[in-house]
């Protein structure tokens, strides 16, 4: 018995000196944040916070992967409670929620292809193959509804998923198992950043549009008679819809798929039908903002591009100002376009709109001379768009014989030619940059070598084959040095001077550095450039900063520089085109504040773009286009053209085939 007892005690000294080594050898450090946070989560485990579990949330909050305020099945109280442990506060969150790529159903389809027999959407796609009819349709099998933990999906009877906003917590798990990635989340900030992918369910006319405006959309709830909420869809990417209703070159319509059948649909006199029924109800349809980032803005320049660039930046939750020139804002809108085509009541009424928005604007301000870069940055604006035009403005204001430099260093070739003309010394110092302008920069980069300029760089995107023979018979001087397919991709300056740029060689994309007290642009105008602080240096504290591009429209997205054989070098060419570019450029904006780079992904959709599309449309009911009635008023300012009826714009709206990549819907007689 004493035996028993002696060798069960020498076996429980064994097994605990094992264990206690064990203990030491596989002990396993628990980080006391991480099992903090763990302990404020409510251990749901439901997955909507898309990591596998409240452990490994906690860990990527932990880490700053994932927000305090990631945990869909919490609240308010304890996303305050982790932010709290993390030793920081928790920000307005822009409220991501579901959203649906197809409008309706194959059933509903012209062109269509039924997956009978099988009930979920992942498994249809790999037996049937992701492509048969549409790549991108929705299969309408149901399986996103499953997949959501909140009952927010429903399968409505026409075969589509249908998303409650108030129950979607934005959790992602129906976009994780679509296998057609066509529900996906979407925010106010997402969709104005988004540029149009392959993967995307977009329409000829949504393609067509410089502004990329949900064209099918608005014209739909046009023919539901939600006439307010088809402004709504508009100004989603349009700011100016009363504006563009009447002035818009209307390429949307050159690619109208109706015109297979008879004409196109009168796709921008329903817009104007849509926005001046706003106008006339005097009810102001103004579209969602995400939360207040606390990021301030300047736009320099109250012409279309920078009051767009302002409605869309305050749309992103900052505050933004806009510094205007003039006494009046809407730049060649106002000065370049007969009354009798856009009166000014109708142009004031768009840019008020915008004001609305949170946007405020400084007239009679020239940034440059009444207030500088280092101002502004001292007024603590986080990030400064410059949209100011060039020389057609200036026309347009009657300021031809001055010299405006909002940022500093920096001058117009056409300025250089016409010095003799100009008030004031241009104030050109070594070393010069020169952009652009073939013989014309070589004759301009002559003069300043003879006004005592010691060093000249003239950078051209064309080749030397291209300028050889503009150039062979000019004696380039000593002091000039040429380089040939480069463009400048920034600009750098402390304070109120320019100390240098970097420029790029198309060809092997490589990024060189040079010194630069001056920069010249052979163009009619100053380009799209976005300025933001990167330092302060020296006991007077002026501000190193960096001015770089917008990135460039879909069409032109592998050119590089200024001034690259895509860009703008006068004005654009209509309204909607200036639309476009302040969204990118109030996209960039937003992007470089935040650190975030200017990428984009490799399906973007561009004129190159391999996509599926359709050149023949059957089943399809003949139906005459609207002609828009004109006014009888004798006046000569009058407006030429008086909008539809309602029932003028029903019926025309009826026309539409409401399109999607490769289908349409059904024409009733032929169901």
């Known amino acids: 018995m004493i035996e028993a007892v002696v060798m069960m005690g020498g076996l429980g000294v064994i097994v605990g000196a094992g264990l206690a080594a064990a203990s030491k050898i596989f002990y396993v450090y628990v980080d006391p944040l991480i099992e903090a946070i763990e302990g404020e989560l409510p251990g749901a485990n439901c997955g909507g916070c898309g990591f596998a579990g409240c452990s490994a949330n906690a860990a990527a909050i932990a880490a700053g992967k994932s927000a305090p ?67 991108i349709g929705c299969l309408g099998l ?11 999906l429903t399968i409505v009877p026409e075969g589509l998923p249908v998303v409650d906003p108030d129950k979607c917590t934005g959790c992602g798990a129906c976009e994780r198992v679509c296998p057609k990635h066509i529900i996906r989340l979407s925010s106010i900030s997402l969709r104005i950043l988004h540029e149009y992918t392959t993967e995307d369910c977009t329409t000829p006319c949504q393609r067509a549009c ?91 320049g109250g012409g279309v591009e920078g009051l767009s660039a302002a409605f ?42 915008i004001l609305e928005m949170g946007v405020e604007a400084k007239t009679g301000i020239t940034v440059g001379q009444a207030i500088s870069l280092n101002d502004l940055f001292d007024q603590g604006y986080n990030g400064i768009l410059l949209a100011s035009g060039g020389w057609d403005s200036r026309l347009a204001r009657g300021a031809t014989r001055s010299i405006e430099q ?22 050109i110092e070594s070393p010069v940059v020169m952009a652009g302008g073939g013989k014309f920069a070589v004759s301009a980069g002559k003069k300043l070598i003879e006004q005592g300029v010691s060093s000249i760089h003239i950078l051209f995107q064309e080749d030397a084959a291209t300028l050889s023979a503009e150039l062979k018979d000019m004696d380039i001087p000593g002091g000039i040095q040429i380089s040939f397919q480069s463009g400048i991709t920034r600009l750098k300056g402390d304070g109120t001077r320019l100390t240098g740029i970097e420029y790029v060689d198309v060809r092997t994309k490589e990024h060189h550095e040079l010194e630069a007290a001056s920069v010249i642009l052979a163009a009619g105008r100053l380009p799209e450039l976005i300025i933001t602080r990167f330092a302060e240096t020296g006991s007077d504290g002026t ?12 069409e032109i997205m592998d050119q590089t520089g200024l001034l690259a054989p895509g860009d703008m070098l006068s004005d654009f060419s209509g309204a909607i085109r200036a639309i476009g570019a302040g969204r990118r450029a109030a996209a960039s904006i937003h992007q470089l504040i935040y650190g975030m780079p200017l990428s984009f992904p490799a399906s973007l959709l561009t004129p190159d773009a391999v996509f599926q599309n359709v050149h023949q449309v059957d089943g399809v009911d003949s139906i005459p286009r609207q002609i828009m009635p004109l006014s009888t008023d004798k006046n000569p300012n009058a407006e030429l053209e008086i909008g539809f009826s309602e029932a003028m714009a029903a019926t025309e709206a009826g026309r539409c085939l409401q399109c999607g990549l490769i289908c349409y819907r059904k024409s009733p007689s032929f169901n």
């Open 69 to 135: 305020n990631s945990c869909v099945a919490a609240g308010e109280e304890v996303a305050t409670a982790i932010a709290g442990l993390l030793g920081v506060s928790v920000g307005a969150k822009d409220r991501e929620i579901s959203r649906l790529g197809c409008s309706y159903s194959v059933q509903d389809a012209e062109t269509r292809y039924l997956y009978d027999g099988i009930t979920d959407c992942r498994a249809a796609a790999l037996l049937n193959g992701v492509m048969k009819v549409c790549a």
């Open 406 to 427: 909002p940022i500093p260093g920096v001058f117009l070739l056409i300025d250089l030619m016409r010095q003799e003309s100009l008030t004031g010394n241009l104030a």
């Open 543 to 554: 501000i190193q900063w960096l001015a770089v591009p917008p990135y460039k429209r879909a």
């Open 210 to 300: 410089p502004a990329g405006i949900d064209i099918p959309e608005y014209i739909r709830q046009i023919s539901l008679k939600n006439y307010h909420q088809s402004v709504q869809i508009i100004k989603e990417r349009n700011p100016f819809p009363t504006v563009i209703g009447r002035i818009c070159p209307r390429p949307c319509e050159t690619e109208c798929r109706r015109q297979l059948v008879d004409e196109p649909v009168a796709i921008n006199y329903l817009k104007r039908f849509a926005a001046d029924y706003e106008m006339q109800s005097g009810q102001r349809i103004l579209p969602a903002k995400a939360p207040a980032s606390g990021q301030k803005i300047a736009v320099i």
């Open 142 to 152: 149901g399986s996103c509804v499953k997949a959501c933990q909140f009952d927010a």
């Open 312 to 353: 869309f930046s305050a749309r992103l939750g900052h505050e933004v100002t806009v510094f205007e020139a003039s006494s009046l804002l809407g730049g060649l809108l106002r000065s370049a376009i007969a009354r009798n085509r856009l009166p000014m009541d109708i142009l004031d009424w768009d840019i008020q709109g």
